[in-house]
C-alpha cells in the first residue's frame, strides 16, 4: 500500500546551496488497536517538543477507503542537500519515537516525493480537507511525455473559468526511488470543504462553454489530442482515491 498527501507550508531548513524545497517526507502510519487515542496524544507531546521550530511537521488523516484510521506525518519541504543535514539533537529526537511512537504503531511506510508545479492546476493551495488519487504507472512509460501532457492539460483548465474550475486547486508529486513501480500523487485541496464534492455545489458551465477537446485541440492540434489519448489510457496500472483532513492539533504551529 502506497498514500500520500502533503501541503506546500514553512521549509524546514535554510540550505547553503541554492535548490528549490519541494521534496517531502512522508510516513503512512496505523496506530494498534485500541491505542489510537494514547499515539495521538504521545504524538502531540513530541510535535511540541521537537518540531516546534525546526523539522515541521504536519499529520493527515485518511477519512475513506482501505487505509481509513491511517495518518500522514508529512515533513515540511526540504531540498536534496537537506539529507545532508544533521539534527543537532538527533539521538534525542530518535529516542522519544523509540519511546513514545513506535510502540503504539502497526503498519508504517515511508516514501519520499517531489512536487512538479507545471503539472498541477494553482498548486500549494493551503486547506483543511483534501482528495487524493494515487497512480501506478506502468513500467518503462516515459515520464516526459505523461508530464508534458500532465501539464498540458493543467494550463487549459487553469485558463477556464467556469465556477468549478476557477475553484480547483491540485498539486502534483511524482515519488523519488520507487524503482520500477512509478508512482504519481494529485492531491485536490478543497478550499470549501467536503461539502463542495458534492454533485451540483459550484455552478454550472454556461452554454457554449468550449469542451476541454475543443480547447486542446484548437492549442496542439488533433494528432497531438490522438497521441494523448493513447498515452494516458497505456499509462496507469492501477488507481487509488481518499479523502484526508489536516490534524492541526497534530501538527507543528
Not at 501532457?149 to 487549459?156: M, T, Y
Not at 458551465?205 to 469542451?211: D, N, Q, R
Not at 476541454?212 to 498515452?231: C, I, M, P, S, T
Request: include cysteine; charge should be neutral; aromatic fraction near 12%.
Amino acid at each position: 500500500m502506497k498514500t500520500f498527501s502533503a501541503l506546500l507550508l514553512v521549509a524546514a531548513s535554510i540550505s547553503a546551496v541554492a535548490q528549490k524545497a519541494d521534496i517531502f517526507t512522508v510516513s503512512t502510519v496505523q496506530p494498534k488497536n485500541g491505542q489510537r487515542m494514547a499515539w495521538e496524544a504521545a504524538y502531540k507531546t513530541h510535535i511540541a517538543k521537537f518540531h516546534g521550530t525546526i523539522d515541521k511537521t504536519y499529520v493527515y488523516e485518511i477519512m475513506s477507503g482501505p487505509s481509513t484510521g491511517y495518518y500522514l506525518i508529512v515533513g515540511a519541504p526540504v531540498t536534496y542537500a537537506d539529507f545532508d543535514a544533521v539534527r543537532a539533537d538527533e539521538n534525542a529526537h530518535n529516542l522519544d519515537l523509540d519511546k513514545t511512537f513506535f510502540p503504539l504503531l502497526g503498519n508504517t511506510y515511508d516514501g519520499t516525493y517531489q512536487t512538479i508545479d507545471s503539472c498541477g492546476i494553482r498548486p500549494g493551495l493551503l486547506s483543511d480537507a483534501f482528495a487524493v488519487t494515487v497512480r501506478h504507472l506502468k513500467e518503462g512509460l516515459n515520464i516526459q511525455d505523461y508530464r508534458r501532457e500532465l501539464a498540458r492539460g493543467a494550463k487549459i483548465r487553469t485558463a477556464q473559468k467556469s465556477p468549478f474550475w476557477a475553484n480547483f486547486h491540485t498539486t502534483y508529486y511524482e515519488q523519488l526511488w520507487d524503482g520500477s513501480d512509478q508512482v504519481t500523487v494529485t492531491v485536490r485541496s478543497l478550499k470549501d470543504g467536503f461539502k463542495s464534492l458534492a454533485n451540483g455545489f459550484y455552478p454550472a458551465e454556461p452554454a457554449g462553454t468550449p469542451s476541454f477537446r475543443d480547447e486542446y485541440v484548437q492549442r496542439y492540434g488533433h494528432n497531438a489530442w490522438d497521441d494523448r489519448v493513447k498515452l494516458l489510457e497505456d499509462a496507469v496500472v492501477s488507481t487509488s482515491q481518499y479523502i484526508m483532513k489536516l490534524r492541526r492539533d497534530m501538527s507543528s504551529k
